[in-house]
């Protein structure tokens, strides 16, 4: 019997309310999600399983979210990685884009708004994979 | 986050104009200009004096926010079918930012309305307008434009009063915790101002509650954990007025005006417009 493919989006952010509103969210728009709030846990689970999204925080104790978007991209060059932050700044955004991600998203946000961007790296990441990207 | 920005033809638009196009830069964020032109305007919408305002508001944005690292920095020409009346499409070629594009509109009728209902539609975290400074926030021809916004937003509303640059961002606690978006929005306002963080806890007839001093430790834990230096003291509610008149000459006030919080509670809406009239300088009405 064939399976429904889901696609996958890891979660990282060090304040558990964050990722309590955007899992469900992201599961009834039809996506598995995975949440984390330590990114040690997190950068374990990447070693085991490809993500087709990730959506990190930048600010956490440990290894922060710049080192954690430079790991997944170095990794896995296609997953497409969202920065949410409460601590934008023009340096920190500058940065995100160099180190490839897909957007930049400061806090506060509504879900549909983070919804739309999931949307639209999926279809990116899909279009890659197909090779319509160049 | 999506900032609206409503503004009319006159300076202190354009002081809020600094403001939003900082914020929308530093954040990423996607921006509207708005500007409203009364029902019974004498000539066409697009010769009207705030038509005007507006593309010189959309020159002023791109002047601000142009540069090699910005978001909106125009970068792509392209060809885009764009949907027109009746079902047809027509091909235009269109200026796109590097990652944001700004959209400008402009609408008819009552401004207070007018902006209220262009927030919704867009769903938009915070709506950016200015007003004028001192012991009065009018705009100068629809005047109660900023105190109907502020009042009636489903939205945060931060209303500009004074370019001036903002060192301490002072927020208002009493025993309702303090939503998860209000807290982010206060960070986005410490980080981009550079602020440090006062807290003044409100306190009724001499005492305060235990519930408000938790409230006061989980606000400065949380800001104390991400670096910022936070001062805590408490205040009369009664003399809040008064505290806000004296007291935030430099400082951008920060009112939580949720539905449970004493502040929403206690006082009705023509408070809420007292509160900010008497600040004389930035207000951030959290919702």
Request: hydrophobic share 45%.
């Amino acid at each position: 019997m064939e399976t429904e493919h889901k696609f996958q989006i890891l979660i990282l952010d060090d304040e558990p309310i964050v990722c309590k509103r955007l899992k469900p969210a992201l599961e009834k728009a039809g996506y598995e999600a995975e949440t984390f709030t330590q990114s040690a846990m997190a950068l374990h689970r990447i070693t085991e399983k490809e993500f087709d999204v990730v959506i990190t925080d930048l600010k956490m104790e440990g290894l922060d979210g710049m080192a954690f978007l430079t790991e997944v991209k170095k990794r896995y060059p296609k997953t497409e990685v969202i920065v949410i932050t409460g601590f934008a700044t023009m340096d920190t955004a500058r940065q995100s884009y160099q180190k490839g991600v897909f957007d930049f998203v400061a806090k506060p946000f509504k879900l549909k708004e983070i919804l739309d961007v999931v949307e639209n790296a999926l279809a990116k990441r899909t279009a890659t994979e197909k090779g319509n990207v160049p | 986050m999506k900032i609206l920005f409503a503004a009319d033809e006159f300076p202190y638009s354009g002081v809020a104009l600094k403001m939003a196009a900082g914020l929308a830069m530093n954040t990423w964020s996607d921006i509207t200009l708005m500007g409203v032109v009364p029902s019974v305007a004498d000539k066409p919408a697009t010769q009207s004096s705030i038509a005007g305002a507006l593309e010189q508001y959309r020159e002023t944005f791109y002047e601000l926010c142009s540069h090699e690292d910005s978001p909106f920095k125009l970068d792509r020409v392209l060809w885009e079918w764009i949907p027109m009346q009746d079902g047809a499409w027509e091909q235009i070629k269109v200026f796109r930012g590097a990652h944001k594009d700004v959209r400008i509109l402009l609408r008819f009728g009552q401004p207070a309305m007018e902006i209220l209902k262009e927030a919704r539609n867009l769903q938009s975290d915070l709506i950016v307008l200015g007003s004028t400074s001192g012991d009065r926030c009018l705009w100068s021809e629809a005047a109660d434009t900023p105190q109907k916004v502020v009042a009636s937003a489903e939205s945060s509303v931060l209303l500009v009063k004074e370019d001036m640059a903002v060192k301490r961002i002072v927020v208002c606690i009493d025993d309702v915790p303090i939503g998860q978006e209000a807290l982010e929005m206060i960070n986005q306002m410490i980080v981009i101002h550079g602020a440090s963080l006062v807290l003044i806890g409100l306190t009724k007839e001499g005492g305060t509650k235990p519930a408000v001093y938790q409230r006061m430790i989980e606000v400065g834990d949380y800001y104390a954990d991400r670096g910022i230096h936070v001062e805590s003291r408490t205040a009369e509610i009664s003399e809040l007025e008064t505290l806000i008149s004296q007291e935030t000459r430099e400082d951008m006030l920060t009112l939580s005006m949720s539905k449970k919080s004493v502040l929403g509670m206690l006082f009705s809406r023509e408070w809420v417009e007292r509160f900010v009239s008497a600040c004389k300088s930035s207000v951030l009405v959290l919702r």
